[in-house]
């Protein structure tokens, strides 16, 4: 069974740091891109950041380059987002996402930031 | 950035009937060296993660019920649900994977009428 298991959420004050991870089971992680996509409390999805097979391609939203970092590691058949310098506005349910290519075709449950003071 | 633009916002429909969701993009989503269309579907129910319904603006993810289709080409799309069961009620989303950064439409939220 095709598994994704987001963790690492919770509260953060401004300013502050968290590291997702994504643990990927039931398939092999290093076949696919994969993508992180988030959704503020009662709000729309937004896509945040993807990355191909190799690591060698990343691709992020505007408002979150240069403060958040995607990664992987193939042989964990896992993910990663690193978040810095969290704002309030980043306060979202973040999910894990596997990509056929662009095509957000499996998501975990996903994981709750709470940037608050 | 691509923008997505979702219509109606909400829609109720009586069970049995046809819904239809519409979804615009700001620029054209057909690729002309693949001659596809790079935008699909999806439904979130409350309390889930999205779920993938079409992609390739008319291709059905394995497994979804035949009820959902999707046509459209270039910036005008649609998602069709030909007869309405009670448990297609959750919120309708069309995205775009033409190029970064992906975006999403607003949602449509679909109910029982």
């Known amino acids: 069974e095709v598994q994704l298991v987001e963790s690492g959420g919770g509260l953060v004050q401004p300013g502050g740091s968290l590291r997702l991870s994504c643990a990927a089971s039931g398939f092999s992680l290093r076949h696919y891109w994969v993508h992180w996509v988030r959704q503020a409390p009662g709000k729309g999805l937004e896509w945040v950041a993807n990355?191909?097979?190799?690591?060698?391609?990343?691709f992020y939203v505007d408002s979150v380059k240069g403060r958040f970092t995607i990664s992987r590691d193939n042989a964990k058949n896992s993910m990663y987002l690193q978040m810095n310098s969290l704002r309030v506005e980043d306060t979202a349910v973040y999910y894990c996402?596997?990509?056929?290519?662009?095509?957000?075709?499996?998501w975990g449950q996903g994981t709750l930031v709470t940037v608050s003071s | 950035d691509i923008v997505m633009t979702q219509s109606p916002d909400s829609l109720a429909v009586s069970l049995g009937e046809r819904a239809t969701i519409n979804c615009k993009s700001s620029?054209?989503?057909?690729?002309?060296?693949?001659?596809?269309?790079?935008i699909a579907w999806f439904q979130q129910k409350p309390g889930q993660p999205p779920k993938l319904l079409i992609y390739w603006a008319s291709t059905r993810e394995s497994g979804v019920p035949d009820r959902f289709s999707g046509s459209g080409s270039g910036t005008d799309f649609t998602l069709t649900i030909s007869s309405l069961q009670a448990e297609d009620v959750a919120v309708y989303y069309c995205?775009?994977?033409?190029?970064?950064?992906?975006?999403f439409g607003q949602g449509t939220r679909l109910e029982i009428k």
């Open positions: 995205q775009q994977y033409y190029g970064a950064p992906i975006t």
């Open positions: 990355i191909n097979e190799d690591g060698s391609e990343r």
């Open positions: 620029q054209s989503l057909l690729s002309s060296s693949t001659n596809k269309d790079y």
């Open positions: 996402v596997r990509g056929g290519g662009w095509i957000l075709d499996y």
